[in-house]
């Protein structure tokens, strides 16, 4: 296919404006530390996390919610299993979502976008899984499911945290909900999700 010189000419003012912003979602990508990952699950919420906690729920309109320890992945699973049942906060997040990804198509094009959050998918992926699944080992977890089920988590969680970047939101006061909830998930934690007026947290 031949592209007449004035169409790439148009074209090149569009790329250089989101070079940057493609750059910045790569270097999220390459900031991404496995080995943090699943690190602190059961151990009592500290200070900064109950921040990100509140942070998080804040944003999603639910100020009313308290965040909650989960001590073990049984635990775990039955805070999955009732979120599965009570979708409200599911239901929040996607409004965000949508409002994030109509930020971000007025600075980059879809392919841009599908580009950079296929990057973050990669890098995410298989290194989510092999955390989840070592940790999961650690606790003698048997319950496949509920392993892929962290693991999805966490790749979703960068999803939101990469599209906060792109919508040039991630210097936002306070924090967006979703890069709140990436940082949980970076200090080792599994935030299973909202039940109620629950944030389960492992």
Do not use: C
Not at 36 to 58: K, V
Not at 98 to 123: F, I, N
Not at 153 to 168: D, H, I, M, S, T
């Amino acid at each position: 296919m031949h592209f007449h010189d004035e169409d790439e000419g148009a074209d090149i003012p569009r790329l250089l404006e989101e070079i940057p912003l493609l750059y910045k979602a790569r270097a999220f990508a390459e900031s991404l530390n496995a080995n943090t990952w699943f690190s602190r699950l059961g151990e009592p919420l500290d200070a900064r996390e109950r921040d990100l906690a509140r942070t998080y729920l804040d944003g999603l309109g639910f100020p009313e919610a308290e965040p909650a320890l989960l001590s073990d992945w049984d635990e775990a699973a039955g805070a999955a299993e009732t979120q599965d049942r009570d979708p409200m906060g599911w239901e929040a997040e996607e409004m965000l979502r949508t409002g994030l990804v109509s930020r971000v198509l007025e600075r980059l094009d879809e392919e841009a976008v599908h580009a950079a959050l296929t990057l973050v998918a990669q890098k995410t992926g298989d290194t989510a899984r092999d955390a989840v699944e070592e940790a999961a080992a650690l606790a003698d977890v048997e319950d496949i499911g509920l392993v892929h089920a962290a693991a999805g988590a966490l790749a979703q969680a960068a999803n939101g945290a990469v599209l906060v970047v792109l919508a040039e939101a991630e210097d936002d006061d306070p924090p967006h909900p979703f890069l709140a909830r990436w940082r949980l998930f970076a200090r080792g934690r599994w935030p299973v999700g909202l039940a109620g007026a629950t944030y389960n947290i492992l």
